[in-house]
């Protein structure tokens, strides 16, 4: 069925440090993996994304990885900043019903 | 930014009583969706409208209903509402809704909507 695995739920690092989300996707035919922020009591806003016919994407202190052999792609923050403290959602194109599915989100703390 | 502005921001609802939540698009997009968010869940999907025909109904209950007068306006009526349906209801909308050509959802910021 439609099912985006997110991990973990929660992740908290110091600043400066780097952090890993990771998700699984089910539909082998997804072509498109976007990845949001939702700061809180703000709305969720797209900082990457990433199509099943490149393997890495990167953008300045993010990056994601997709590995479509395995079903699963992953966002890296790199010198994490108490800004990135956030719910971050993954997705995927679920293209046999033409749906996006999100993943369950991380709430990622950066402490200073 | 004021790209898509939903209002009310904060409702609080009995369950006989009939309110509305309404989004504008100020992008010149043509699709529009509601999305319910509900802590520990994902984003779960229920309506979308593409140059304001629905095109999906994700098995949402009757009690809600979706109105899309034009591309630039979505309403989402409520009534006879279940404690269960509080959540944060987002509004987003996206260039266009092409068969597999998934494009950015721009997103509002949400009614919060309490049921009694």
């Known amino acids: 069925g439609e099912n985006v695995e997110q991990h973990p739920s929660t992740l908290s690092v110091q600043e400066g440090d780097s952090a890993v989300i990771k998700c699984t996707y089910s539909?082998?035919?997804?072509?498109?993996f976007p990845w949001y922020k939702q700061e809180l009591g703000k709305r969720p806003q797209l900082i990457i994304d990433?199509?099943?016919?490149?393997g890495e994407k990167k953008d300045q202190r993010i990056a994601v990885t997709l590995n479509k052999t395995a079903k699963h792609f992953s966002l890296h923050i790199t010198e994490t900043q108490p800004e990135d403290s956030a719910v971050y959602f993954c997705?995927?194109?679920?293209?046999?019903?033409?749906?996006?599915?999100f993943g369950t989100g991380t709430r990622l703390q950066v402490f200073p | 930014e004021t790209g898509v502005t939903q209002t009310p921001r904060h409702l609080v609802m009995g369950m006989t009583n009939k309110k509305s939540l309404k989004c504008e698009q100020h992008?010149?997009?043509?699709?529009m969706y509601w999305y319910k968010q509900s802590a520990k869940k994902p984003l779960e999907l229920m309506f979308v409208?593409?140059?304001?025909?629905?095109?999906e109904n994700n098995s949402v209950p009757s009690r809600f209903s979706p109105e899309c007068p034009n591309s630039s306006h979505l309403f989402l009526h409520l009534h006879t509402l279940q404690p269960e349906d509080s959540a944060l209801y987002l509004c987003?909308?996206?260039?266009?809704?092409?068969?597999?050509?998934?494009?950015?959802?721009?997103f509002g910021e949400g009614s919060r909507l309490t049921v009694l």
């Open positions: 990433i199509r099943s016919n490149v």
């Open positions: 992008l010149g997009h043509n699709a």
């Open positions: 539909d082998s035919a997804s072509n498109y």
């Open positions: 409208y593409n140059f304001k025909e629905q095109t």
């Open positions: 997705a995927a194109h679920h293209r046999s019903t033409d749906k996006l599915i």
């Open positions: 987003a909308s996206s260039q266009d809704r092409d068969r597999g050509n998934t494009g950015e959802l721009f």
